[in-house]
């Protein structure tokens, strides 16, 4: 059995690389084998996923960073401003990348800022007033598991057809209500229970 590891082309044939076998053809570690086709998929190339669809159910870095952002900003926003400083380090999270996410939040209207020696960040609202959903989609732009429901309505030719749509649209749709069921204020009293998650609270 072979564990194809990644392809790679020479003399215009596509092969891929064997990164492992169990034992059953020692020695064959890093030997080209050439691509073998599958239905649908051109002569010699095996089929690649697009980066959209590979990526589409991760949350990004981003998106989880503006969370705990979003999180200290209403634990301290009985402070007045909270200065990007200070919430860098209780996050440890990069001043500079701080900056970009704050940025994203403002152009959101989910914070406000003066710039300054004395300056800061606050919430433009209070913190039941805001949900996991709207914050995240601030940086994601799209919480949509697979690419084809990024747009409404559906552009995928095979739509009408498709037999995983319904599936896919069920999953997304399950998605927001759960994120959209918790607000930040939900994140706080939670943080505030000695750091202990309680996921029942969300379900």
């Known amino acids: 059995m072979y564990f194809l590891h990644k392809d790679v082309k020479q003399s215009g044939r596509f092969f891929s690389i064997i990164s492992h076998n169990y034992g059953q053809i020692p ?3 890093g030997k080209l084998v050439p691509c073998v086709p599958r ?12 980066k959209e669809d590979v990526e589409a159910m991760k949350i ?7 969370l705990r952002t ?21 996050q440890d999270i990069s001043q500079k990348y701080l900056e970009q996410i704050v940025t994203q939040m403002s152009k959101a209207e989910f914070v406000r800022g003066v710039r300054g020696p004395q300056g800061g960040y606050r919430l433009a609202r209070k913190p039941e ?9 601030a940086t994601e732009g799209s919480l949509a598991p697979v690419a084809c429901l990024e747009h409404h309505p559906n552009q995928c030719e095979r739509y009408e057809t498709c037999a995983t749509v319904k599936m896919w649209e069920g999953l997304y749709q399950t998605t927001l209500d759960y994120l959209q069921s918790i607000t930040l204020q939900q994140l706080v009293d939670n943080a505030d229970n000695d750091g202990f998650c309680d996921i029942g609270l969300y379900i």
């Open 27 to 29: 020695g064959e570690q």
């Open 39 to 50: 239905p649908g998929a051109h002569s010699g190339v095996l089929p690649r996923r697009r």
């Open 60 to 66: 990004s870095t981003k998106g989880r960073y503006a």
């Open 70 to 90: 979003m999180v200290d900003l209403a634990q301290h926003g009985g402070e007045g401003l909270v200065p990007l400083k200070d919430i860098a380090a209780r």
């Open 129 to 137: 007033d805001y949900t996991l959903a709207e914050i995240l989609q």
